[in-house]
Structures are given as C-alpha cells and as structure tokens.
C-alpha cells in the first residue's frame, strides 16, 4: 500500500474515544433489555391468561406485535440515526422503551398489552440500530472486532436470560414486573448516553426517503407476519399466502424505487459487493440455525426428556455461556483477527453445524449427549455471529452505519423467523408420518397423545415426536454448514479480490479522467467499490 493510500485509511480510522468501554457498557445494557423482551413474555403466559383474561390469539399478539413493529422499523430506524444522529435516537430509543414498558406493566386488558408492546417496538428498533452504529463510531479498526464480540455476546446473554429472569420475577411478584424491570435500566441508559455518547451522523445531509421507508415497513411487515402464522394458519391458507405476496410485492418495489431515486435509503449498489453478500448470505443462516435451534431446543428438553420450563431454561444456558465468555474476554475477537473473516465465519458456522447434529445425535434420550453439542454450538455462535456483523458494517460506508446496522437486525429477525417456520414444518410433517392410525391427523403431541388408546400406542407418538425433532435438527446443521460454505467462499473471493487491486499499480491510462458523459470503467479484474460507491458522486456516498 502507498503512503498516501496509508495516510487515507488512517484518516478514515476515528480516534480513539476515551470513555469508549464505558459506553460500550452502556450500549449493551441497552441492548439487553430490548434482546430479552423478545424472549421474557413466553414464561409469563399462564398470569396473563388468568390476570387479563387473554385468548390464544390475544397471546400470539402480545408476543408478535414486539417483533413485528421492531422488524418493520429496522430499516428506516437506521437511515434516520444517520440522517439526524445516533445520539438523538439512541436517546429517543431508551425514552419509547421506557415508556412502553411502563404501560405494558400497568396494562389493564390485553388490546392495552398488545398496544404497548408495538410502542415498545419501535424504541426496539432504534435501540438496535443505533447501538451497533455507534459501536462502529467510536471504536478503531483495531480494537472493533472486540467490541462488536461483546456487542453479539450481549444478545446470546439476552435469549438466554429471558425465560430465566421472567421464571424468577413471577416467582416473586405480578406479571407486570417482567416490564416495570426495563425502566431503571432504561433511565440510567438514557442519563449515561446523553452525558457519554458522542453525536455522530451522515455528514452529507441526504433527504429523508420517504417513499422507501414505507415500502421496506411494508415488505417486512407483512413477510415478517407471514413467517410468523404459517405455522398456525397454514402456509397455503388465504392469510398467510395473501401477506407474503403483498410483502414480497413491496419489497420488490422498495428495491425498484431505491435503483432510481437520487437519496436512497439502503443503497442496492452494496449487493454488487462480494462482501456484503457473502454476510447477508451467511447472516441469515446463522440466524436460521439459531432461531430454529432454539425453538426445537425447548420442545426437545419438555417434550421429549420431561424437564419443567424453568429446569429447561437452566439447560440450554450453556450454549449461551459459552458464546458470552469466548466473547467478553475477547478471545473470539483475537481468533478473527488471526484467522481473518472469511475463515472465523466458515469455521464458526461449521461448528455451529456440529453442535446442531450432535445435539440430534447423542442427545435424543439424554441431557449428558446434549451438553457437550451445546457447547460447541456456543463456540460456533461467538466466532461466527461478531464476524458477521463486522463483514457487513465493514462493506458498508461508515456514514452509513445506522442502516448498516438495520440490515444486520433485519437479516436477525428474518432468518430466525425463517428458522422457526421451516424447521418447524420439518418436525411436524415428520412426526404426523410417522403417527400410529388411532392418533392420525393430530397436529401436535398433546392431542396425539390424547386421541392414543395404549400405552404401546402412546409409546409410539412420543418416538415419532422425536424423530421429527431429530430429523428437523439436522435440517437445520446442513443449512447452517452450507451457508458458512458460501459466505466463506464469497467472503474469500472478495478479499482477494480487495488485495489484488490494492497491488495493481496505478497507470495514467487508469487514472485519466473519463470523456465528459462517460462513466468511468473499471480496469479488468479489478474489484468493484467497496460499499457500491461506483457511479455515485463521492460527496453523496460519503
């Protein structure tokens, strides 16, 4: 590299932010409340059935309003933190979670619930934006793998915690406590982020795109509910084929309209880059996995081997234990740096595969053959997860990080959902295959069980309900392995790619400015801009 090409990347580099641990703690305290209400609500089903009178569809709600709000806003939440600063809706974030919580824990009926949960929802999304955008500002190159590891680790922690810190709060007090415990955190967040956070936005001022940001709430909304009734409408039914559609139209639209207009919110140049597919791709099968793991988890451990909620809770800890400590004491993050990201992602997600299958293999009839795949999923989560992230924030402009950061959530909540809706079909078209005549048609355990006869027969559903669940885990390893395959393929080519034009010397044929009207082209085998700035004013891109 020349010096002048040195001097640029260390200019592009910020400065070392001294109280940057500090506000990194407080980002992930942040971050931890929003991660664990999407998980602290499932443990609190039985007080609001008999507090609030709450129906089936009146729960599905509760929990799925958080999500889809979050989901839909992910996007635009991210374009405006660059747009008017990631302090002020870092800061907006903390006050509308607080809020929300507050009215969620004093909630009188369940429309009131489900209503401050969407409000919740939305200080979700600007949260989990603009707390990776900032982590991007305020540390250097160097020390960035770190800290998005401890960033990533914080939201292994939350799924972990959620139903534990829910079980325990409603062995003490009403269910409105699982929401009252957000406000302190959110005060103290809001105090420390003023005082600590450093102001930071897109300095070229684009306009706000407001057709774009109804699209994408649009597209996602509606794919995202899609994803979330298949499993209980039916993937063919009316609802959720109409949703996906008018979803899929949307987007298509979003991304029609984004190619043409001058100030686009998600630049659709960034998937000419190599990089920044290769994340995408892998980002939404390590999600897959993770989504859908868990979700199979928890069935396996009550369902199959007999353990109570709480006891099952305690036993998918390891998995995320092992992600959090790997990552805090940043030994993942010297591994990437080692390694380098093509490599800790294909190694990481390869693991994560590993476990998955050892999970179905040895721990079909026991907690002991379980353990020791939920550790290695737990190492295959830190290495892999922190270096996705830091593959698409890298590809994407730093001025660019609030949305670059809404495609890292909105690529979480989309293959997590995925996870749970394919997997989810795999078990239960397994396990109805292989049900004894007396139980046929049952669509869950429960009423197999119930319509079985014989203890033989009753023997009989419990074994097919396994084999689903053995069968739909190992869907889920061979997804996850394929999809560090391609990320690590993509990711690999695109650095090579970096490192070629990076030596290619520079000619005066290369350099000459391009005939008036012409739009400069590239030299053969050079690699295409980084972040999709080529054909776009320098000024704008930045």
């Given at each position: 590299?020349?010096?002048?090409?040195?001097?640029?990347?260390?200019?592009?580099?910020?400065?070392?932010?001294?109280?940057?641990?500090?506000?990194?703690?407080?980002?992930?305290?942040?971050?931890?409340?929003?991660?664990?209400?999407?998980?602290?609500?499932?443990?609190?089903?039985?007080?609001?059935?008999k507090e609030l009178g709450a129906t089936t569809a009146d729960i599905q709600w509760m929990i799925n309003a958080y999500s889809l709000v979050q989901s839909g806003l992910l996007?635009?939440?991210?374009?405006?933190?660059?747009?008017?600063?990631?302090?002020?809706?870092?800061?907006?974030?903390?006050?509308?979670?607080?809020?929300?919580?507050?009215?969620?824990?004093?909630?009188?009926?369940?429309?009131?619930?489900?209503?401050?949960?969407?409000?919740?929802?939305?200080?979700?999304?600007?949260?989990?934006?603009?707390?990776?955008?900032?982590?991007?500002?305020?540390?250097?190159?160097?020390?960035?793998?770190?800290?998005?590891?401890?960033?990533?680790?914080?939201?292994?922690?939350?799924?972990?915690?959620?139903?534990?810190?829910?079980?325990?709060?409603?062995?003490?007090?009403?269910?409105?406590?699982?929401?009252?415990?957000?406000?302190?955190?959110?005060?103290?967040?809001?105090?420390?982020?003023?005082?600590?956070?450093?102001?930071?936005?897109?300095?070229?001022?684009?306009?706000?795109?407001?057709?774009?940001?109804?699209?994408?709430?649009?597209?996602?909304?509606?794919?995202?509910?899609?994803?979330?009734?298949?499993?209980?409408?039916?993937?063919?039914?009316?609802?959720?084929?109409?949703?996906?559609?008018?979803?899929?139209?949307?987007?298509?639209?979003?991304?029609?309209?984004?190619?043409?207009?001058?100030?686009?919110?998600?630049?659709?140049?960034?998937?000419?880059?190599?990089?920044?597919?290769?994340?995408?791709?892998?980002?939404?099968?390590?999600?897959?996995?993770?989504?859908?793991?868990?979700?199979?988890?928890?069935?396996?451990?009550?369902?199959?081997?007999?353990?109570?909620?709480?006891?099952?809770?305690?036993?998918?800890?390891?998995l995320a234990l092992t992600a959090v400590v790997l990552n805090f004491s940043g030994i993942a993050g010297k591994l990437m740096v080692r390694m380098g990201t093509p490599r800790?992602?294909?190694?990481?997600?390869?693991?994560?595969?590993?476990?998955?299958?050892?999970?179905?293999?040895?721990?079909?009839?026991?907690?002991?053959?379980?353990?020791?795949?939920?550790?290695?999923?737990?190492?295959?989560?830190?290495?892999?997860?922190?270096?996705?992230?830091?593959?698409?924030?890298?590809?994407?402009?730093?001025?660019?990080?609030?949305?670059?950061?809404?495609?890292?959530?909105?690529?979480?909540?989309?293959?997590?959902?995925?996870?749970?809706?394919?997997?989810?079909?795999?078990?239960?078209?397994?396990?109805?295959?292989?049900?004894?005549?007396?139980?046929?048609?049952?669509?869950?355990?429960?009423?197999?069980?119930?319509?079985?006869?014989?203890?033989?027969?009753?023997?009989?559903?419990?074994?097919?309900?396994?084999?689903?669940?053995?069968?739909?885990?190992?869907?889920?390893?061979?997804?996850?392995?394929?999809?560090?395959?391609?990320?690590?393929?993509?990711?690999?080519?695109?650095?090579?790619?970096?490192?070629?034009?990076?030596?290619?010397?520079?000619?005066?044929?290369?350099?000459?400015?391009?005939?008036?009207?012409?739009?400069?082209?590239?030299?053969?085998?050079?690699?295409?801009?980084?972040?999709?700035?080529?054909?776009?004013?320098?000024?704008?891109?930045?």
């Open positions: 590299m020349s010096s002048v090409a040195s001097a640029a990347a260390t200019a592009e580099s910020p400065p070392r932010h001294p109280a940057r641990w500090i506000i990194l703690g407080v980002i992930c305290l942040a971050q931890l409340t929003v991660v664990l209400d999407n998980t602290v609500l499932n443990v609190a089903v039985p007080s609001l059935n996007l635009t939440a991210g374009n405006a933190a660059d747009r008017y600063g990631r302090k002020k809706m870092l800061a907006a974030g903390l006050v509308l979670f607080g809020l929300g919580s507050v009215c969620a824990g004093f909630a009188q009926s369940a429309g009131q619930l489900i209503a401050a949960r969407a409000g919740m929802g939305i200080g979700g999304a600007l949260l989990l934006t603009t707390t990776l955008a900032v982590v991007v500002q305020i540390f250097d190159d160097e020390e960035r793998p770190k800290a998005i590891g401890i960033w990533g680790a914080v939201n292994s922690l939350g799924f972990a915690a959620g139903p534990l810190l829910g079980g325990s709060l409603l062995n003490h007090f009403w269910w409105g406590s699982i929401f009252l415990i957000n406000l302190p955190v959110a005060v103290l967040g809001l105090i420390a982020v003023l005082k600590l956070v450093p102001e930071s936005k897109n300095p070229s001022g684009d306009r706000p795109d407001l057709p774009g940001a109804l699209l994408s709430m649009i597209g996602m909304v509606c794919v995202v509910f899609a994803i979330i009734s298949g499993p209980d409408h039916g993937w063919l039914s009316a609802r959720v084929l109409g949703s996906a559609v008018i979803g899929v139209l949307a987007l298509a639209a979003f991304a029609r309209w984004e190619l043409h207009t001058p100030h686009p919110m998600l630049d659709m140049h960034f998937f000419r880059d190599r990089k920044f597919v290769g994340a995408v791709a892998g980002g939404i099968l390590v999600a897959f996995g993770m989504g859908g793991s868990i979700f199979l988890l928890t069935q396996h451990l009550q369902l199959v081997l007999g353990y109570e909620p709480l006891e099952a809770g305690l036993r998918t800890a390891p800790t992602i294909a190694v990481g997600m390869t693991l994560l595969a590993g476990g998955l299958a050892a999970v179905s293999l040895l721990g079909a009839h026991s907690y002991s053959g379980m353990l020791a795949g939920l550790i290695v999923m737990g190492i295959g989560v830190a290495l892999s997860m922190p270096a996705m992230a830091n593959a698409i924030m890298s590809a994407i402009p730093p001025a660019k990080a609030g949305v670059g950061a809404g495609v890292n959530g909105t690529l979480m909540e989309c293959g997590q959902g995925l996870g749970v809706a394919v997997l989810g079909a795999v078990l239960n078209s397994r396990f109805t295959a292989l049900l004894p005549a007396v139980a046929a048609g049952a669509g869950s355990l429960p009423a197999a069980l119930a319509a079985a006869r014989t203890d033989a027969d009753r023997a009989v559903v419990r074994d097919a309900f396994a084999s689903g669940i053995q069968t739909s885990q190992l869907v889920g390893a061979v997804a996850v392995f394929a999809g560090g395959v391609v990320a690590g393929v993509l990711l690999g080519r695109a650095e090579r790619a970096e490192r070629a034009a990076a030596q290619q010397p520079m000619t005066p044929d290369a350099t000459a400015a391009p005939v008036a009207g012409e739009a400069a082209v590239p030299a053969p085998g050079a690699a295409p801009e980084t972040g999709g700035r080529a054909g776009r004013p320098r000024a704008e891109a930045e």
